[in-house]
């Protein structure tokens, strides 16, 4: 499954950079093409003729030995990797990697390159569950880096704890569940909404909400990592958009119809993640409304509920709502299932901590129209994004090979 796979290994000084030379043999008896990154502490662990005869290619360390190949080495290799994974990966090298330092071969190829990254972290638990290494390993997971492990047991400092690297073969079938997953919508088309609408009142003002549009554009990346051509229909949000995904952009909930209802008839699937304005103002000023010291009333005409709209229309997509609720979750959340007449609802508590708009993180349920229920723990959005992946696969009858 791994086969004509380029794959590069990074390796960074610690103990268990000893395994990475079963990972890096593990590899090529999968038939992979394996490159080689050291840091300089790493060399201190294990030869780089090690790593260089197992893997058959140059290890590299050095920014600026003499060339090995004729081009800019370190661009050269990011560019070409289908997936980077670094094994072990250091509390230090973590760092930055969140800072986005470039001070080495390592570290300027995990910043030039484009390619998935998993990480396996190796280090002693104290620094492990140090606030600041928890802090590094939450904002890579946000940016879309996997993490593999780490395990826990006996640490070569002689204590026991979490921050073990995790087995060679687990990272192995980590990598290949990746690899099978990435092409598990393929030929599927998917349409995202994002970010929350805004009602124009005057040229300078609009009514809005406190969505931050990450739990759809996670949702987006998500989906296109799984192999789905992607649109993003996006209300304003300061997010980039992911790679590989086409964004629409709009401000109002208007808008966010006509884009929506327009692509919907040749859309496998839909997730709608936007908070949608449920209202706009009756009338939209030309010109900037000026005070004038007295009580004002805004009258407000209801927007069109688009995802009931779709529920309507559908016919074979498969439909996904959210529901953000601040009391009575699971009875609101069952009716709007019900009522918008979605596959899948997921729905979560806006004001429980770690949840909702603006945080990276959220503790959602998923409910399905049989009565089924899965509740999750709190976990970042790119990772609930990903378990709905999952369930789109399922509801679309993808068979997963595992
Ligand atoms: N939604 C929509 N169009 C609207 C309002 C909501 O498509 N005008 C979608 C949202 O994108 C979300 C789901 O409906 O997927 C539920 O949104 P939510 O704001 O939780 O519910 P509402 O239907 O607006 O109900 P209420 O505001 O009364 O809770």
């Not at 327009?262 to 496998?268: G, T, Y």
């Not at 049989?370 to 696969?393: C, N, W, Y």
């Amino acid at each position: 499954m791994l086969t004509g796979k380029k794959i590069l290994v990074g390796v960074s000084g610690g103990i268990a950079a000893y395994k990475a030379a079963d990972l890096v043999s593990r590899l090529r008896k999968m038939h992979t093409e394996v490159h080689v990154v050291m840091t300089k502490s790493a060399t201190e662990f294990i030869a780089p003729l090690t790593l260089r005869s197992l893997s058959a290619n140059p290890v590299y360390v050095d920014m600026f030995e003499e060339p090995k190949l004729w081009n800019v080495e370190h661009i050269a290799l990011a560019e070409k990797a289908d997936v980077v994974v670094v094994a072990p990966a250091t509390a230090n090298l973590l760092a930055k990697m969140a800072m986005g330092l470039a001070d080495d071969f390592l570290s300027t190829v995990l910043l030039a390159t484009r390619a998935p990254i998993f990480v396996a972290p190796a280090m002693n638990h104290a620094m492990y569950h140090h606030p600041a290494t928890q802090r590094n390993l939450k904002l890579l997971q946000e940016r879309g880096i996997h993490l593999i492990g780490p395990d826990s047991g006996f640490q070569a400092c002689g204590s026991e704890g979490d921050g073990r690297m995790s087995q060679p073969e687990e990272i192995l079938q980590t990598l290949v569940r990746f690899f099978v997953g990435s092409s598990q919508l393929k030929g599927k088309k998917a349409l995202v909404t994002a970010g929350g609408t805004q009602e124009p009142l005057d040229p300078v003002r609009f009514l809005g909400n406190r969505s931050s549009g990450r739990m759809g554009y996670a949702v987006a990346q998500a989906l296109q990592e799984a192999g789905a051509e992607t649109v993003l229909v996006s209300a304003p949000t300061d997010l980039p958009t992911p790679e590989g995904v086409t964004r629409v952009s709009v401000h109002t909930a208007l808008e966010m119809c006509d884009e929506v209802l327009s692509r919907f008839s040749e859309m496998d699937v839909v997730v709608k993640a936007a908070a949608v304005a449920d209202y706009r103002p009756a009338v939209q000023a030309e010109q900037k409304i000026k005070k004038d010291g007295s009580n004002r009333t805004i009258e407000l005409v209801p927007n069109p509920d688009i995802l009931a709209e779709l529920g309507r229309k559908k016919t074979s997509q498969v439909l996904i709502g959210f529901a953000a609720e601040t009391e009575n979750l699971l009875a609101n959340a069952q009716e709007k299932m019900l009522r918008k007449n979605v596959n899948l609802l997921v729905a979560n508590d806006v004001t429980q901590q770690g949840a909702g708009f603006g945080s990276p993180t959220n503790i959602v349920s998923f409910l399905f129209p049989d009565g089924r229920k899965i509740d999750f723990p709190q976990m970042s959005k790119l990772e609930v994004a990903r378990h709905l992946v999952t369930e789109i696969a399922h509801l679309l009858g993808v068979e997963t090979k595992e």
